[in-house]
């Protein structure tokens, strides 16, 4: 019988590359919106492995299963990191947040548009122990969105290793670059082990 996980996320393109990068596992997968009486968790640690944590818990605490939380951003060189952990709440869209990050950075030149996402996963098994894992992907901020795949920042994200944005990549190519892809492999062996019984995530 496959192994119950809650995707603790509301958000689509997370769900769909979630899925996609656990398939091979075999996992019951589950999400928020089963639970409709369930409010979402407050993202505000300051950080992203402790926005995930909490997330995991709350969610853990409500329904009392396994679960798989993230908190992921974009952080850019030129703007002190930002918008970090705020990425989700740096302008009320999709559409507002990526016209504002391309004014903040409309007179530089592509040597000063740095910047890399990061993502945070935490797994918390039924019995609520905890573990996360990090996932990083370097690349710079392009004058021009790029690309229909992916979501959020992607059309904006240029990999230079790839010669595109990420909105560009086909998606098995982006799970093996993507912060969340990375921070999820990271994280793969205490997942495995719960799919096998061991005591430990």
Request: proline fraction near 7%; hydrophobic fraction near 40%; aromatic fraction near 6%.
């Amino acid at each position: 019988m496959p192994k119950t996980l809650l995707a603790a996320t509301t958000n689509e393109g997370k769900l769909r590359e979630i899925a996609e990068i656990l398939a091979p596992l075999g996992l019951d997968l589950r999400t928020p919106f089963e639970f409709p009486l369930v409010v979402e968790a407050p993202e505000d640690t300051g950080t992203f492995e402790g926005n995930a944590l909490r997330k995991a818990r709350h969610w853990h605490a409500a329904t009392g299963l396994a679960v798989l939380a993230d908190d992921s951003g974009l952080c850019v060189d030129a703007l002190d990191g930002q918008p970090g952990v705020y990425s989700a709440r740096y302008a009320p869209s999709v559409a507002e947040r990526n016209a504002k990050l391309l004014a903040a950075l409309r007179d530089l030149p592509p040597e000063r548009r740095g910047a890399h996402f990061v993502c945070v996963a935490a797994f918390i098994d039924e019995s609520g122990r905890a573990v996360t894992a990090e996932g990083r992907c370097e690349g710079r901020i392009h004058h021009e969105p790029r690309g229909s795949g992916g979501f959020g920042y992607d059309p904006l994200f240029w990999v230079d290793e790839c010669a595109c944005t990420v909105a560009e990549l086909p998606s098995d190519v982006k799970h093996t670059l993507s912060h969340r892809g990375r921070a999820l492999q990271a994280l793969r062996p205490a997942l495995e082990r719960w799919v096998r019984g061991g005591d430990r995530p």
